[in-house]
């Protein structure tokens, strides 16, 4: 493995897109990437998110819902069980996709 890659599992996911994990260096992400520590900052995690109903919402929701531990999310919605749109308690960016590869500190 190349541990300069970064590991999110769905635990984590679910805690960035819930509001729960809102820095790079959160405890969460470091216990997952130990020899990132030097590395990854103490920034906001700035999440990018489709504002409008869509099907991959509903897919990547429907994941995160199942795979992960959900009692861990503080702010879990139940919306996230079976939805085209979903209400995220996070703030988030309405830039294009294409945009996304050249703003710093994204997760999308």
């Not at 970064?6 to 809102?22: F, H, K, P, Q, R």
């Not at 919605?77 to 590869?101: E, G």
């Amino acid at each position: 493995t190349d541990d300069s890659n970064l590991t999110l599992n769905a635990d984590v996911l679910a805690g960035i897109y819930s509001g729960a994990i809102t820095h790079w260096n959160d405890s969460s992400i470091l216990a997952l990437n130990p020899s990132l520590a030097d590395v990854l900052p103490h920034r906001s995690i700035k999440v990018m998110v489709r504002t409008d109903p869509d099907s991959d919402t509903r897919l990547f929701t429907r994941t995160l819902a199942k795979m992960a531990d959900l009692n861990k999310v503080p702010s879990y919605n139940p919306q996230w069980n079976n939805s085209d749109y979903v209400a995220w308690p996070i703030p988030s960016s309405r830039m294009l996709p294409s945009d996304y590869s050249h703003t710093t500190d994204t997760l999308s």
